[in-house]
């Protein structure tokens, strides 16, 4: 089944070849109408498949968007596509895009994994390539302080530092056992650690009563449920955020663990129509990053997509569908800025990357911004999670916003740890 | 006392899914020599093929309760994909044993893509159907009763297979053709007919083992790739060819990568691995194989 | 003669490939060369071996983390001391490894040396703060002989300078391995493959020829890993996963295992063929599943052996045809 885009594709690539060469015989007039392509690298199937599905939905309506108000300096956009999948075959596809697409911007990444292996290759190659949901933080170490070409989303942390002051907000005095069902990689261990780290600082009393890991792609979660069963906690933090947290959701549920524990989901809401309302807890902290799709105070521009999505998918889109839309908006921003600074010909990409620093958009979700470092500033909204609604899935309510200069460290070589100890919040 | 009872139960159930697996490995092994890499592949078209056969029939009016059946029925169904499999096996008996794992690998590849162009790439489930006959308290532990169903339901098969081999004349007749080929053939039993049936037999028996499991977790493209590793591991440990090591070879990594994830679920992968390593060193044959070196 | 001839040739056009081609292809005949090398090491063990191992990736796998703790442990970003690395570990892991595995043959080695590749994968992954778990380990860009060669960008310096450094080395390890297999030793070791037990009778010490192919292919291996870890930056546990292993065995078969260069050969056919297969379908894997089904079946000699054959034929009718226009001498 090859789908539309992909045979869109390869006449794409004969138009481009002749555009390309004329635009190497210095004919920067002609180069303008040459469309402007964008490379779109993101998961099509496998535990990260729907979120991918969604991110690139959100890309292509924002590309459809941009053409109908008349494309990017005059130019139209074109998408693509290339699929995620490990870290060494993205950096092959990227490649791919970059000397055989000749691609113009890559965009895309939703895995941290994929994100750290491939920036270096990106910043390389020289072509402004913008994450979406990809860090260059190995674990909290930056690996990537001052890159000119590579702009990365927020920092992975903030979901969980968010959620954990909620929790701390609303559980206070109602835990003592707690229990972590995390991924099993950087993220998933950071996340836990922040948690706990955050605890410590408010003096909750806390006993971790046991840590289950989920390997990347394991949706057999049978031991870990009976694992957390038997270790009988009052919360389960669980950062499970692929196709294994519906799964967990479900089984926690079998197991009778929705009843007697709390749960603390930050990062939920990449999955939130898998989690049905049969088996879902009421009053779960569940975070929907940035943009819950049925958020009371959604400006008009997420009302009109979201109500397009329904549309046109049956669905409601998570979060990524923003991402995919403010890197969208931070590129075409960036290039219409530099665009005006020359006075009308076209900025080389060294240009273009400069101009993105620091740029503020307006997103899906709510406002957002490229800072100097090439780290998004972005709108990040949880909730506790209802099972009152019209839908067949939990969705949230007592919803808090916060900006996430408020949840990540303000400079990308800043020492996280130093940062969660001194910051203070109002909870 | 509640810790070992979550183990036990936990790791039951674990061990009654990589019976079901492996018991197809063993008995495909056992008659007719082949290492056959494709029997996770035919575990996720089980898995696969049963949502699909189960939601068709639910909405032609099977009550919900009796969704086993048509897990059983779809798994069933599916199974014959064992007899074009043969086939194309039958193709390379003769050659070097390497072919032919070289061969089952390519079915391997084949399978993969094969599941991702009828079902595509997202993972799939069945819904809640799991949870119908709701949970029940077991010596203090709360488990789902499809759980404790499908260790049942090993159980039983496991006893089947025992009987089936040891008492009736075509088990008799599959014993004997395993022990020399060429004897059972000059005695009058036709070959060919038995590595058919052999073959679908333990397709069978892996996809039903997929169909079974598969309203307690997901079905996912990788799946069949990930479990023969934990497969090779119980036909390893119990030893190649013995259906009994089977079973038992099952219970052992069940309740092992069990053990593993209450106690240190770090190491719960790498333990297995290591003990297959240590169990080929010491005693290649595994606990109840017949095979020499 | 001929086939000298053609080799030639074909050295020839790859080494001026950089002058023609544009600079994707370049970077897809780079895996060429190190599966060519890894191959190279797999088909001494199975080819003239005999023993089909199913976890060969672990020493790409190690060869390419080898790369990657040179530069974080010992801070150098040397291609040489990369490579030197990348054989001290294949060595490590190899000699107990052979010393285990030299007992088996058939499916117990192949099931053995699938566990052992797991294993890898799994503590790979695993011991996340020595190896980066699943995200890997970066692997720097190199100086070549020393030199930093600043003036290129990354595509710049795979497609130029590093291009023919494995070119040379893909060629100079060719050679090697074609001595090895010319020498007593490579007697000996197919001795030990066609019949192990007369072999042994002969006087052939069977488990240490074998244990010998064993740890060379490990660092054949490791070498091409080094080079894949450069290409891509990164060397990540998927590298030492069974299905990685699979593949070696498909280009192996799919080039011809008889031929001693049978599996570059198969390298070289995969390599392109999953580029544009890759780009055209999703179902890319079946494909090439059912190459792999239809060689095995069919043409199990791969197309090295496939092309022996047609040419033999045509000897042969060649022959028979020359004998027929000659009158039949009389016998009395």
């Known amino acids: ?427 | ?293 | 003669m001929m086939s000298r001839i053609l080799l030639v040739v074909c050295l020839a056009a790859l080494a001026a490939a950089p002058l023609v081609l544009p600079a994707y292809f370049l970077t897809v005949l780079i895996p060429f060369f190190a599966y060519s090398i890894i191959l190279l090491g797999f088909n001494l063990l199975f080819g003239y071996g005999g023993q089909l191992s199913f976890g060969h990736a672990m020493f790409v796998a190690a060869g390419a983390y080898a790369a990657a703790a040179s530069y974080s442990i010992l801070g150098i970003a040397s291609f040489e001391i990369m490579l030197a690395v990348a054989i001290v570990a294949a060595l490590c892991l190899s000699i107990p490894l052979a010393l285990v595995a030299s007992r088996f043959t058939g499916i117990f080695f192949g099931v053995l040396t699938l566990s052992f590749g797991m294993l890898l994968h799994s503590i790979l992954f695993k011991f996340y703060h020595l190896t980066g778990g699943e995200s890997g380990m970066r692997v720097p860009r190199p100086t070549l002989l020393g030199m930093e060669l600043d003036m290129y960008n990354k595509t710049g310096f795979l497609t130029g300078p590093f291009y023919y450094y494995c070119l040379i080395l893909l060629v100079v390890l060719g050679y090697i391995m074609w001595r090895l297999v010319r020498s007593p030793y490579g007697l000996h070791l197919t001795a030990s493959r066609d019949n192990p037990v007369k072999a042994l009778y002969l006087g052939v010490r069977v488990r240490w020829v074998r244990t010998v192919a064993f740890i060379v292919s490990a660092v054949y291996g490791a070498i091409g890993g080094v080079m894949l870890g450069v290409l891509t930056g990164l060397a990540d546990p998927e590298l030492s996963y069974w299905t990685h292993s699979g593949h070696l065995v498909f280009m192996t078969i799919l080039g011809g295992y008889q031929q001693f260069l049978g599996p570059a050969v198969g390298s070289l056919v995969m390599i392109l063929v999953q580029d544009q297969l890759m780009a055209e379908t999703q179902y890319w894997r079946f494909f090439v599943g059912l190459a792999l089904a239809l060689i095995v079946i069919a043409l199990p000699g791969g197309i090295l052996g496939g092309l022996r054959r047609l040419k033999l034929k045509k000897e042969g009718k060649a022959h028979a045809d020359a004998r027929q226009r000659r009158p039949a001498r009389s016998t009395a």
Not at chain 1, 348 to 355: M, V
Request: proline share 4%; with cysteine.
């Open chain 1, 1 to 427: 089944m090859t789908t539309p885009t992909s045979k869109k594709r390869r006449s794409l690539i004969q138009a481009a070849g002749l555009g390309a060469t004329l635009g190497l015989m210095g004919f920067p007039a002609i180069a303008k109408d040459k469309p402007l392509r964008i490379g779109i690298l993101a998961p099509r199937g496998g535990v990260a498949g729907t979120i991918g599905e969604t991110g690139l939905r959100g890309a292509q309506w924002a590309a459809e968007r941009i053409n109908a108000n008349g494309g990017i300096g005059g130019r139209k956009v074109e998408l693509v596509i290339e699929e995620e999948t490990s870290p060494k075959e993205t950096i092959e596809r990227f490649r791919r895009l970059v000397l055989r697409e000749e691609v113009d911007c890559v965009q895309g990444i939703v895995s941290t994994g994929a994100s750290l292996a491939l920036a270096p290759a990106a910043e390389d190659s020289e072509v402004i390539t913008v994450f979406w949901d990809g860090t260059t933080q190995d674990g909290v170490n930056e690996t990537m302080p001052a890159p000119q070409y590579v702009f990365r989303s927020t920092d992975n942390e903030c979901e969980a530092v968010m959620a954990s002051l909620l929790a701390i907000k609303h559980y206070k005095g109602k835990f003592v056992r707690i229990a972590g069902m995390n991924p099993d990689y950087s993220y998933g261990r950071n996340v836990w650690a922040a948690f706990q780290a955050l605890l410590k600082k408010y003096g909750i009393e806390y006993e971790v009563v046991t840590e289950q890991w989920s390997k990347i792609g394991n949706l057999d979660l049978t031991s870990n449920v009976a694992a957390l069963r038997a270790a009988k906690p009052d919360l389960i933090y669980s950062a499970l955020l692929f196709a294994d947290l519906p799964v967990f959701m479900k089984q926690a549920h079998a197991a009778g663990l929705a009843e007697e524990t709390r749960f603390v989901l930050p990062a939920a809401g990449w999955q939130h129509t898998s989690l049905k309302k049969e088996f879902m807890p009421e009053g779960a902290i569940l975070g929907h990053n940035t943009m819950y799709f049925d958020h009371p105070q959604a400006s008009p521009l997420q009302k009109e997509f979201v109500a397009w999505y329904h549309d046109k998918f049956n669905d409601y889109p998570s979060w990524e569908a923003d991402r995919a839309y403010f890197s969208m908006e931070v590129y075409k921003a960036g290039v219409e800025k530099a665009l005006s600074a020359k006075g009308g010909s076209w900025p080389s990409t060294k240009e273009i990357a400069q101009a993105m620093s620091g740029i503020e958009v307006e997103s899906l979700g709510g406002k957002g911004s490229m800072r100097p470092d090439h780290i998004a500033q972005q709108m990040f909204h949880q909730g506790l999670s209802t099972n009152n609604n019209d839908y067949d899935f939990a969705t949230i309510t007592d919803i808090t916003s916060i900006y996430s200069d408020q949840l990540q460290k303000p400079k990308a070589e800043d020492d996280f740890w130093k940062w969660l100890e001194a910051k203070q919040w109002e909870i």
């Open chain 2, 1 to 293: 006392m509640n810790f070992l009872t979550n183990v036990i139960l936990a790791g039951l159930f674990q061990a009654a899914v990589l019976f079901l697996v492996a018991a197809g490995l063993q008995l495909i092994f056992g008659v007719q020599r082949i290492i056959n890499l494709a029997c996770g592949s035919v575990y996720a078209l089980g898995a696969y093929f049963g949502i699909t056969f189960t939601t068709w029939a639910m909405s032609q009016g099977l009550p919900p309760y009796l969704f086993p059946l048509a897990l059983l029925a779809g798994g069933l169904i599916i199974g014959l994909v064992g007899i074009p499999m043969e086939r194309v096996l039958r193709l390379i008996y003769r050659r070097p044993e390497s072919f032919q794992l070289v061969l089952t690998f390519a079915l391997v590849l084949m399978i993969q893509d094969i599941i991702r162009f009828f079902w595509g790439a997202d993972p799939k489930q069945l819904g809640s159907l799991a949870m119908i006959y709701g949970s029940v308290k077991l010596f203090g532990v709360t488990m789902p009763v499809y759980n404790v169903m499908v260790i049942v339901l090993a159980i039983i098969v496991a006893a089947g297979m025992a009987y089936f081999l040891g008492r009736t004349a075509t088990g008799k007749i599959l014993r004997a053709t395993a022990e020399n080929h060429e004897t059972s053939a000059a005695m009058g039993i036709n070959v060919s007919k038995v590595f058919l049936l052999v073959f679908t037999l333990g397709t069978a028996l892996g996809t039903v083992g997929g169909a079974l499991v598969i309203p307690t977790g997901v079905a996912s493209l990788e799946m069949g790739v990930e479990l023969i590793v934990k497969a090779f591991a119980v036909v390893v440990i119990g030893g190649l060819g013995s259906m009994k090591g089977a079973a038992v070879g099952a219970v052992i990594v069940g309740l092992l990568s069990t053990l593993a994830v209450f106690t240190y679920p770090e190491v719960d992968t790498l333990a297995i691995y290591v003990i297959v390593i240590g169990m080929l060193i010491w005693k290649p044959s595994g606990l109840y194989g017949r095979i020499a070196t």
